[in-house]
């Protein structure tokens, strides 16, 4: 049995509007998953139905075997505190208690409030100098990081996030960003609402909300080829600078960032991971050449041809990479007489244009 069963989950309001429309799917213990889906599609209320804050009109969801709809009064309570721990947009932090206090509070609702225990919350999260402050005195991304340490004090398998950096700017959302990573690298399931593509792809799975209805998103959206191609050229650049050395997955900061289209490109047999070790099929490894020769020629062209600034070379040249047609690449080449190397003295992988070494 999977880790979340939802089974026709559907959440009408009013005699019209549904929020969530005969929605089934399932997760996998220890799998992060991102909702997306335009603001109004339902990921919200799938959220909120998942974590008993709502119930659905039909359908029914299971965590972990429970059987959501027959949880009443203490059981719904207990299951709440103990299964489940949320991470909101808005931080719903109490204004008159300290961050300490937010996440005490946590624990009240499970067990014994432990004050040791929950400023090694707030250390871990990096705000063990921050313990006294009232939520006024820190900053939104501080708040969000006292959020994740309340939503972790109480051990829960299931981590609900609902947009949570959606008012955080580039550097906190990064530092959230990263503890979620670690989350989810210790085992934590993790469901997590966001409209935002780039926080989407560090996921390992996406599914897509429409209208309340669920669209799997299990082939490539559009405008990722460009990233894949992006992709596939860091693996191309790992094996380069690091002959021989095993690409270790969690690691390696592009797959940080882009776990579900490495998913994606695993299916495509792009590349393989087995074990925690990235590595480029046969497949991949024909992409990435040939990605990696469009722009090293494209590189050459601007240098030989136009003289222009070797620091302006690589933006360049990956701006129209991706535009090339394999008959444009093969007229390059014979055109720079097939040079071996592109101005930085990088390799060009050769094309069948090339004559025999
Ligand atoms: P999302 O999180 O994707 O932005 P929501 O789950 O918040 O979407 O909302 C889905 C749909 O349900 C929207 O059309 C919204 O207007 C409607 N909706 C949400 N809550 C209520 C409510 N309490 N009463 C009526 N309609 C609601």
């Keep these: 049995m999977a880790f979340i069963e939802a089974q026709g989950l559907t959440r009408k309001y009013n005699s019209s509007v549904f929020a969530l429309n005969d929605v089934t799917f399932s997760v996998e213990k220890g799998e992060w998953l991102a909702v997306m889906g335009p603001s109004g599609s339902g990921k919200s209320t799938l959220l909120n139905v998942l974590g008993c804050l709502d119930a659905p009109s039909a359908g029914n969801a299971r965590v972990e075997g429970i059987d959501l709809a ?3 009064g203490d059981a719904l309570a207990r299951f709440r505190a103990e299964k489940i721990g949320f991470v909101f947009q808005q931080f719903h932090l109490v204004p008159y208690l300290t961050a300490v206090e937010n996440v005490m509070l946590a624990q009240y609702f499970h067990s014994l409030a432990d004050e040791q225990e929950a400023a090694d919350a707030l250390r871990r999260v990096g705000l063990g100098d921050r313990l006294q402050h009232l939520p006024s005195e820190l900053s939104g991304g501080e708040q969000q990081r006292v959020c994740v ?3 972790l004090i109480n051990q829960p ?6 947009e949570p950096t959606g008012n955080l700017d580039e ?14 690298r210790e085992g934590h399931t993790i469901l997590m609402v966001t409209h935002d593509p780039e926080i989407g792809r560090m996921a390992e799975r996406r599914i897509e909300l429409h209208h309340g209805r669920l669209t799997d ?4 959206p559009a405008g990722e080829e460009e990233l894949i191609d992006n992709l596939l050229k860091a693996v ?4 380069e600078d690091f002959p021989g050395d095993p690409i270790v997955a969690d690691k390696f900061p592009e797959f940080i960032r882009n776990r579900a289209t490495f998913q994606l490109m695993a299916q495509e047999e792009l590349v393989r991971n087995e074990s925690g070790m990235l590595a480029m099929s046969p497949r991949g490894e024909g992409r990435a050449r040939s990605v990696i020769r469009r722009h090293r020629l494209a590189e ?4 030989n041809t136009f003289g222009l600034d070797e620091t302006l070379l690589d933006a360049n040249a990956c701006r129209i990479e991706h535009t090339l047609g394999a008959e444009v690449v093969e007229k390059l ?3 720079l007489n097939h040079p071996d190397t592109c101005p930085h003295g990088s390799p060009i992988p050769r094309g069948a244009c090339c004559p025999a070494k």
């Design 70 to 72: 027959q949880l009443r």
């Design 149 to 151: 340490a309340r939503a």
């Design 157 to 162: 398998n299931l981590i609900l996030a609902d």
């Design 171 to 184: 550097v906190n959302e990064t530092i959230v960003m990263g503890l979620f990573t670690e989350l989810h």
């Design 217 to 220: 998103v299990s082939v490539f």
């Design 236 to 239: 191309w650049h790992a094996y």
């Design 300 to 303: 050459r062209l601007f240098f």
């Design 333 to 335: 080449c014979i055109f």
